[in-house]
C-alpha cells in the first residue's frame, strides 16, 4: 500500500521516514505547521495514493480531508498517529480502505497502539465489507453493507443466497503490470507473476488484464505468456507511463528511465489502464522480472 504521509512537527518528521520505510512506493511530505501549504498538499495528493498519514493532532487532519471525501467504497485510507507514535488512529476507510490493517501494521512496527472504533473489529467479528476488500471484491450498494454488519453484530443468520437485504459482490479486475529483460522465457516470466500473485493470495488465472510498455510488443516470452494465460495485453507508450508517473507520484529507476525514457514501467503500465485503481501489489522484483498488481476500483 502506498501513502502519503504529511508530518506537522519535526518530531513528526522523524517519525514520518520510519514510516515511509515501512511501506513501499510511499512518499513524505514535511511542511512543520505551516498549514497554508499543508491544504494544497492534500488537495493534489488525496486521489494519488492509497493510503494518507497525518502525523499530528487529528483534527487538523480531519479539516484537510473533509472537501475530498466520497464514499467509502472509494475513499483512501486515512490514518493519524500521534508525533511520539503512541496511538495509530484509524480515522478513515477501515474496511474497504485498509486503514485499519494498516494502522495494526504501522502500529507493530514503530510500537504504539492502533487505536480501532469500527464496531465488528471492536468485538472481534468478521465485517463484510473488510473480507471483500481483501479479495477483491467490490459490495454495492453500500447501504447494504450497514445492515448485514449490524446483523452480524446483532448474532443474527446472515445467508449466501437469500435474505430480505441483497449485498452483490462485484468482482475487481487484477491488472498485472509487468517490466522485463529482453529474451526472457514465458516460463520465467509466468514464475514471477505466479509468486507475486501467491503474495496477495490469489492465483494467476485471477489477472484480468495485462499492461507494459509498447517497446515490448515483440517480446515473444511476454506474448507467449499472455496467450498461454488466455489475456489481453495493453501496451503503453513512454510519453502515458511518464504521465502516468506524474500523477500518482511513482518512484522510477533512473538504470530503465535511461534506458527506455521512463522509469517506472510495471506499476505505471497497469495504473494507465484504469481511471482509478488500488495497489493489490507495488512492484516487486525478480530475476528479470519486474510486477505490479492493481485492483481495479
Known amino acids: 500500500m502506498r501513502a502519503a504521509i504529511f508530518a506537522l512537527t519535526p518530531r513528526g518528521a522523524t517519525l514520518a521516514e520510519r514510516v515511509a520505510a515501512l511501506l513501499d512506493g510511499s ?11 499543508l491544504r494544497p498538499l ?3 495528493n488525496f486521489n494519488r495514493f492509497d493510503a494518507l498519514i ?10 484537510m480531508i473533509a472537501p475530498h471525501l466520497v464514499s467509502k467504497l472509494s475513499d483512501p485510507a486515512v490514518i493519524c498517529l500521534d508525533e511520539r507514535g503512541r496511538h495509530v488512529i484509524s480515522l478513515l476507510s477501515g ?6 490493517g494498516l494502522a495494526r501494521k504501522i502500529a507493530a512496527h514503530i510500537d504504539g497502539e492502533p487505536v480501532i472504533t469500527t464496531a465488528t473489529d471492536v468485538e472481534q467479528l468478521p465485517a ?3 473480507i471483500t476488500s481483501e479479495i477483491g471484491l467490490t459490495p454495492f450498494p453500500k447501504e447494504a453493507i450497514k445492515v448485514i454488519n449490524r446483523a452480524v453484530l446483532d448474532g443474527e443468520r446472515v445467508f449466501v443466497t437469500a435474505g430480505e437485504t441483497v449485498l452483490d459482490l462485484i468482482p475487481q479486475r487484477l491488472i ?3 517490466g ?14 505466479e509468486a507475486a500473485c501467491s503474495m496477495i493470495g490469489q492465483s494467476s488465472a485471477r489477472i484480468g488484464l495485462i499492461a507494459t510498455v509498447d517497446i515490448k510488443r515483440d517480446e515473444a516470452g511476454l506474448i507467449e505468456y499472455a496467450t498461454t494465460l488466455g489475456r489481453e495485453i495493453k501496451f503503453f507508450d513512454v510519453a502515458t507511463l511518464r ?3 506524474e500523477r500518482y507520484r511513482l518512484t522510477e529507476s533512473a538504470f530503465v528511465k535511461e534506458k527506455i525514457g521512463a522509469g517506472n514501467v510495471c506499476e505505471a503500465a497497469a495504473l494507465s489502464c484504469v481511471e482509478r485503481g488500488r495497489f493489490a501489489l507495488t512492484k516487486q522484483k525478480f530475476d528479470g522480472v519486474t510486477v505490479a498488481l492493481i485492483w481495479e476500483k
Open 27 to 37: 512518499q513524505s511530505f514535511v511542511k512543520g505547521r505551516d498549514f497554508d501549504r
Open 42 to 44: 492534500v488537495d493534489e
Open 54 to 63: 497525518f502525523i499530528g493532532a487529528i483534527g487538523i487532519a480531519v479539516r
Open 95 to 100: 474496511h474497504v480502505g485498509g486503514a485499519n
Open 128 to 130: 463484510i465489507d473488510a
Open 176 to 178: 498485472a503490470g509487468i
Open 180 to 193: 522485463c529483460r529482453r529474451g526472457i522465457s514465458s516460463a520465467e516470466i509466468a514464475a514471477a507473476v
Open 243 to 245: 504521465s502516468t508517473v
